[in-house]
């Protein structure tokens, strides 16, 4: 007898971008993106400064609402308030700097548990500073606990901002350039640490960023935003939209150098070398 062979189903796309146009005013910021994002991907977005990068993540968050088009997350419109499913990270100034760092993970529970006070008692607070504390140790801040953002360094504040992001468990991680200002030694640890929280929280990551090399070694999809059509007279006339949509297979890293210098004549910014692939 024939044997009936099921395909498995394909995912269907946590996020979708439907024609979507942000506009201020005559001003086009991003024009007709149409693209879908699977759940569990790691999407790095690369593209020339004012190209529309952040505002596409605000869209995600619901900071920003489409002029034209949808976005949806799960087949829904993405909501106005950032809820717990979507986590942010940003170059700097994320956590609180009067808070300590475990209060700066608490504090997001604290909310999610006690929206109208932010504080919480007894066994419930305990259950929320033991939460943060595995997510300290999660980020590798186990021994700082008790020091507040300015006694940081900048790696240690960043490991703190994704901490916090990640205790409300969201799906989605929205890393905007987070790795921007440090140096290239402590950005490798940091590479290393956010491809191991991607994997093991199963997060689907999209994460900005002006380095093509970190781009291509981080996402397993690489995302280049930039204007299709330029008016010299009215540069404001037409927005940026993404011209390039790569996927990356890990298995076969051939092609991937070819792959960047195109992405470098996009973006028309040169691959950093501090970042080894
Ligand atoms: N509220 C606003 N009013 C008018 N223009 C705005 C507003 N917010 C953003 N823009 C414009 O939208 C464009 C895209 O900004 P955005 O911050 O998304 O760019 P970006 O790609 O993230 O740039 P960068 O790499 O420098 O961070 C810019 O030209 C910016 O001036
Ligand atoms: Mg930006």
């Keep these: 007898m024939a044997q009936v062979l099921t395909m498995p189903p394909r995912p269907a796309a946590l996020l979708s971008f439907e ?21 569990q991907s790691f999407v790095s ?47 700097r100034y994320s956590v609180f700097p009067h808070l300590s760092a475990l209060d700066n993970v608490a504090f997001g529970l604290n909310c999610a548990g006690s929206p109208l006070l932010g504080r919480l008692f007894g066994a419930r607070r305990r259950a929320v500073r033991e939460e943060a504390a595995a997510m ?7 021994d700082a606990r008790e020091i507040y953002p300015s006694q940081m360094s900048g790696g240690m504040q960043q490991r703190l901002a994704i901490a916090q992001a990640l205790v ?10 987070p790795f921007g200002a440090l140096d290239p030694g402590i950005r490798l640890d940091m590479h ?6 991607w994997q093991r929280h199963t ?25 299709r059509r330029r008016d010299p007279q009215a540069p404001h006339r037409y927005g940026a939209t993404a011209v390039y949509d790569f ?18 004549d996009i973006v028309g910014i040169a691959p950093s070398f501090d970042v080894p692939l």
């Design 19 to 39: 024609e979507v146009w942000v506009e201020y005013g005559d001003k086009v910021v991003l024009e007709r993106v149409s693209l879908q994002i699977a759940p």
């Design 45 to 91: 977005i690369v593209g020339p400064s004012g190209a529309g990068k952040s505002t596409f993540l605000r869209l995600i968050t619901g900071q920003e609402q489409p002029t034209r088009g949808r976005v949806l997350m799960d087949g829904a419109p993405a909501c106005d308030e950032p809820g717990p499913e979507r986590g942010v990270v940003f170059q």
């Design 136 to 142: 300290l140790e999660a980020v590798g801040l186990q």
């Design 168 to 177: 409300r468990h969201p799906r989605v991680l929205l890393l905007d350039e």
């Design 192 to 197: 290393e640490l956010i491809l191991g929280l």
């Design 203 to 227: 997060l689907t990551i999209l994460m900005v960023t002006h380095d093509i090399k970190e781009a291509f070694k981080l996402g397993t999809r690489v995302l280049a935003f930039d204007k």
């Design 247 to 264: 996927l990356l297979d890990r298995k076969s890293p051939l092609g991937v150098l070819s792959e960047m210098e195109a992405v470098q």
